[in-house]
């Protein structure tokens, strides 16, 4: 069974509507992307999936369980959690404050959990060691994503949304993020990852579905993808 399944989903926003009948699943332990153009539906999915965004019509279930209606800080209860596109770091807040921002929904049961926690983040980013007392809106923008990133960790995933993360950075960056984020796999959580980055992503991931004008015109295998002739010259430049 799917961890997470979307079923013939329908997302308005007004009289337009953004995804037509969208249906995707997300096996447990798999990294799997979304990859499309700007406006081809990807964060709104992702908006759906959270909770931030209702159905107008459509089914979502998670781990068995209907969630289509269920409020997005439950969500977060349940496993889900998501890093959002642009980041969102609070910018008045330290790096440490904007970590605990994770915990809210997802207490932990002792001090020491929460400790350990905090020290794999650091481990997988140490970058946010060095600045811990610093505030948010002071860290650059591959700090900010790996801020961002580790505040979604610091709630314990079981499926972890990752939008966009390496939107507007250095190649050196995305390189290290999106080895991270295989990292992050490896460790045990389930991925579900929109990227721009097609190459990144389609190498890195289990499965993966083309999105164009709110609907999946293509899914399989990452690394099949990367060799279809259409995906080649839509989204990685190659005719």
Partial sequence: MAMLELHDV????????????????VEEGQVVSLIGAN????????????GVRPLTSGKIIFEGADITRMPAHNRVAEGICQSPEGRGVFPGMTVLENLDMGTFARKFPSKAQYNEMVEHIFGLFPRLEERKGQKGGLLSGGEQQMLAIGRALMAR??????????????????QQILQIITGINKDGTTVLLVEQNAQGALSRSHFAYILETGAVTKSGPGKQLLTDPAVKEAYLGVA
């Avoid at 329908?10 to 037509?20: K, P, Q, R, T």
């Avoid at 406006?39 to 959270?50: E, P, V």
């Avoid at 995933?157 to 995305?174: F, N, T, V």
């Fill in 10 to 25: 329908v997302v308005n926003y007004g009289a337009i509507e953004a995804l037509h009948g969208l249906s995707l699943q």
């Fill in 39 to 50: 406006g081809a539906g990807k964060t709104t999915t992702m908006r759906a999936i959270s």
């Fill in 157 to 174: 995933p079981k499926l972890l949304l990752l939008d966009e993360p390496s939107l507007g950075l250095a190649p050196k960056i995305i």
